[in-house]
């Protein structure tokens, strides 16, 4: 299965987390009266959105296995970093294969794909304005991780179906109490944004308008890609730094050469590497 939607901007507007939106702007943990104002200037600025920034959502739902640390789906591998971090004592060192039925198994599992895009207009409005263009900006990040958020919703509870009964708030669901997880590429979990170049594969993003650069981050800058996962234990963790072994796997397996895997790795590295 494989989907586009367009959301109006008054309709996953519900799902922005204003948290993120405040911390953009340095005002996590000022006065609540600073946050109101800046909130009504953003509301104000939504509905000047309106019209001309829809924000568009692509996902695909396929079988898919792990096969150690790579995860398979058709004929392409997603290859994974394993978390490198101390945990505690017992707890294992985990990688997202894991929250996949093994290929060995038989059993054909699911993963989900995804991208999120705030229209590129977005990045036109008030050239000559400094705080308008930094507010649509600012905006246009959280309309893509709202579109995000609702578009996983309506995946668990219709389109794959796994969480059908689901029903949470807006805050339960800012809160990640739904099943599974999102990991969104060029975070702890999934820190290699050249995996976008995988995904895009698997799901033309630029039917919603992205572009990936060389190094695989996308452009306009307010999209979100990554993975949905369906495993009832499956939860975030953070690879940390990677070392040398790690990272000449990983090239192996992405079929890419060290140095340039070096490149795109570069902010994962241990620092003596």
């Known amino acids: 299965m494989r989907k586009i939607l367009t959301y109006r901007i008054s309709e996953i507007e519900p799902y922005i987390n204003w948290l993120y939106f405040f911390h953009a702007w340095g005002l996590s943990g000022k006065p609540v009266a600073q946050q109101e104002q800046l909130r009504q200037e953003a509301v ?16 695909a739902i396929y079988d898919a296995n792990s096969d150690g640390d790579d995860i398979v789906i058709d004929n392409h591998r997603l290859p994974m970093l394993r978390q490198q ?6 707890a294992p060192n985990l990688c997202l294969a894991d929250f996949l039925r093994p290929l060995s198994s038989g ?50 509870r219709h389109y794959w179906g796994y969480a059908a009964d689901e029903h949470l708030t807006i805050d339960e669901l800012h809160q990640e109490k739904f099943q599974g997880i ?85 902010s994962s590295l241990l620092k003596n590497e």
């Open 44 to 59: 104000d600025m939504l509905r000047e959105m309106e019209a001309q920034c829809p924000v568009y959502a692509l996902f």
């Open 85 to 90: 971090k101390h945990t505690q004592t017992g």
């Open 107 to 156: 059993q054909k599992d699911r993963i989900g794909l995804f991208a999120t895009s705030t229209d590129h207009r977005s990045e036109q409005m008030y050239p000559d304005d400094p705080f308008r263009r930094m507010l649509v900006q600012t905006l246009a990040d959280r309309l893509a991780e709202a579109a995000a958020e609702h578009m996983h919703e309506q995946v668990r």
């Open 182 to 266: 999102r990991p969104a590429v060029g975070y702890p979990s999934l820190p290699d944004t050249s995996i976008n170049f995988v995904l895009d594969d698997l799901l033309g993003m630029k039917d919603i308008g992205i572009r990936l650069t060389e190094s695989g981050m996308m452009t306009p800058h307010a999209s979100v890609s990554g993975l949905m996962m369906a495993h009832p234990k499956a939860r975030y963790f953070d690879v940390g730094k990677i070392g040398e072994d790690q990272l000449v796997d990983y090239a192996r397996r992405r079929g890419i050469p060290v140095v340039l895997m070096r490149r795109f790795l570069a």
